[in-house]
């Protein structure tokens, strides 16, 4: 065991402040990662106040950050996949059972066992993993991901939760070559699914509130926005899109998007409202229409999507900042004040 600095909440009240946590000596499968960058989501935000207490409650203290890259130091003496000075990436996740049907079938997330990258029992060191605000991490060989050495790694770790959110559910939907996906919101999450869609080769539309996110929309890659407060605007919209992803957290009407699919057409959700949304029945049934809901991805499939994005020079629009300035971070993600992700750079915890 070892100490590494790192930034915790002590309470759902208590801002981010300098700490220092255990860290296990790593196993024979295991690789241990200094941290060069750690993007901020806005579920570190959820876990550090314990606002999904009913589902997931909070235990202090905490070190969120499962968006992860840096370089590895050290390795076990099983390890084969990785040598130090390689540069590699971790998730949300950091383990499972790997036994259980969802980790045979490569969908580790959904493991009744899986461990997240923090606030989940440590079977190591006891009480809880602590995450990415910290100057290292060990973690299993199979739960550490290769980075493609050509792009940005600020850019890069967002891509570990908000890349794999929106990747997973746009592949998993098929081949979506000319075909006409809707992209509801342009935040952390929805700026990474234009990307994602556009490189993939679809007829990309965002559907945005206001039309002062137009230009923004169109140079990450969409062909159009429709403004959503506007009847008119998507009424003329009305049944022709083939698949539409949703990444808005906050309460809003469903009803709307799903009458925005054409026959056969799904909207899957990423964003996660705190209070269950009314759905029309009759939405669905007139069209065949599918409502469905996608979580992160499984590690083969995130490293799927880092080589996807390897090969097409694709990585998070970020606005990179010392952990120093993480409270006010956190206080600018509430007003959705960023394009589009923060991503820490973690050489400035070397000074706390």
């Not at 992700?341 to 973690?346: G, Y």
């Amino acid at each position: 065991m070892y100490t590494a600095k790192a930034y915790s909440a002590a309470s759902a009240t208590s801002p981010l402040a300098a700490d220092s946590i255990p860290r296990r000596a790593p196993t024979d499968r295991d690789v241990q990662i200094e941290i060069l960058f750690c993007g901020i989501c806005h579920s570190d935000l959820h876990s550090v106040r314990d606002e999904w207490h009913s589902v997931m409650p909070t235990i202090y203290p905490i070190v969120p950050g499962h968006e992860i890259v840096g370089r590895v130091v050290k390795v076990g003496a099983a390890v084969t996949g990785f040598k130090p000075g390689d540069l590699a990436g971790v998730g949300c996740l950091v383990d499972s059972d790997h036994t259980c049907h969802h980790c045979q079938d490569g969908v580790e997330q959904f493991c009744q066992n899986a461990t997240f990258t923090y606030n989940s029992p440590d079977k190591h060191l006891g009480g809880v993993t602590y995450g990415g605000y910290s100057e290292s991490i060990v973690v299993d060989e199979s739960f550490a991901l290769h980075v493609p050495t050509n792009l940005n790694l600020a850019g890069v770790a967002p891509l570990l939760c908000a890349g794999i959110t929106t990747y997973s559910p746009i592949r998993r939907w098929g081949d979506i070559r000319g075909k006409k996906v809707g992209v509801v919101g342009l935040g952390g999450l929805g700026h990474m699914g234009v990307k994602f869609a556009h490189a993939l080769g679809a007829h990309v539309v965002v559907f945005t509130r206001t039309a002062n996110k137009k230009e923004d929309a169109l140079h990450l890659g969409a062909d159009e926005i429709i403004v959503s407060t506007n009847a008119a605007e998507m009424q003329q919209h009305a049944g022709t899109f083939d698949f539409i992803l949703d990444t808005v957290a906050a309460e809003h009407d469903l009803n709307a998007y799903i009458n925005m699919l054409g026959r056969d057409g799904n909207l899957t959700l990423v964003g996660a409202p705190e209070k269950p949304l009314p759905v029309s029945a009759f939405a669905l049934l007139f069209g065949r229409r599918s409502l469905s809901g996608s979580l992160i991805g499984g590690i083969a499939e995130t490293q799927e999507m880092l080589d996807f994005c390897g090969q097409h020079n694709i990585t998070a629009d970020v606005e990179v900042i010392p952990i120093q300035r993480v409270n006010e971070a956190y206080e600018r993600l509430l007003k959705s004040d960023v394009k589009y992700r923060f991503s820490i750079d973690m050489a400035s915890l070397k000074s706390s």
